[in-house]
T-cell receptor, first 113, second 112 residues
Framework: DSGVTQTPKHLITATGQRVTLRCSPR?????VYWYQQSLDQGLQFLIQ???????AKGNILERFSAQQFPDLHSELNLSSLELGDSALYFC????????????FGQGTRLTVV | AQSVAQPEDQVNVAEGNPLTVKCTYS??????LFWYVQYPNRGLQFLLK??????LVKGSYGFEAEFNKSQTSFHLKKPSALVSDSALYFC??????????FGKGTTLSVSS
């Protein structure tokens, strides 16, 4: 158990809908990262938050947004969903902004039908 | 731009034989390098990292990796493979304060 908790584990929704994925980082970790894993694109970095502030942006679509709350949990919002958004979404956390290894949650499997 | 390449989609090895999973990187400055493993329907688990120092890094479950600056490589190795090592392996890199960039992954299949 990495100590990173993601909910829900599975999500099935229709095209055009909006969903929210939730992540609780390991206790004491200030950085949260979101990744998307799909068969064709591999593991893609979406966005990083550090202590409530956006730190880095990767290949995140404009239809997607995220935030980190004062208690350090984070949410990833996906809107106007398309079939191609079906993927495994991972959250990871690390202690600080400088680099140490990241610890990953079990992921949320999103299926858009 | 920073990138990580894993040239093999799949590596097959017999149990008890040594294994190598290859990784090369392209990073300006000093790279931080990592290996992660993913079992089916699970998140990624950290195996080992290279930040600085000794070029041979030892990690979890008997794995090690060798950093080679001249060849910009960070290959994962294990002297004797187990069937339970069968999984998807990711090499990753970053620089201080930035997010991890992952390679596409290599599926390791260990046969008994």
């Amino acid at each position: 158990d990495s100590g990173v908790t993601q909910t829900p584990k599975h999500l099935i929704t229709a095209t055009g809908q909006r969903v929210t994925l939730r992540c609780s980082p390991r206790s004491g970790d200030l950085s949260v990262y979101w990744y998307q894993q799909s068969l064709d694109q591999g593991l893609q970095f979406l966005i990083q938050y550090y202590n409530g502030e956006e730190r880095a942006k990767g290949n995140i679509l404009e239809r997607f947004s995220a935030q980190q709350f004062p208690d350090l949990h984070s949410e990833l919002n996906l809107s106007s969903l398309e079939l191609g958004d079906s993927a495994l979404y991972f959250c990871a956390s690390s202690p600080g902004g400088d680099y140490t290894e990241a610890f990953f949650g079990q992921g949320t499997r999103l299926t858009v039908v | 731009a920073q990138s990580v390449a894993q040239p093999e989609d799949q590596v097959n090895v017999a149990e008890g034989n040594p294994l190598t999973v290859k990784c090369t990187y392209s990073v300006s400055g000093n790279p931080y390098l990592f290996w992660y493993v993913q079992y089916p329907n699970r998140g990624l688990q950290f195996l080992l990292k290279y930040i600085t120092g000794d070029n041979l890094v030892k990690g979890s479950y008997g794995f090690e990796a060798e950093f080679n600056k001249s060849q910009t490589s960070f290959h994962l190795k294990k002297p004797s493979a187990l069937v339970s090592d069968s999984a998807l392996y990711f090499c990753a890199s970053n620089q201080a304060g930035t997010a991890l960039i992952f390679g596409k992954g290599t599926t390791l299949s260990v046969s008994s």
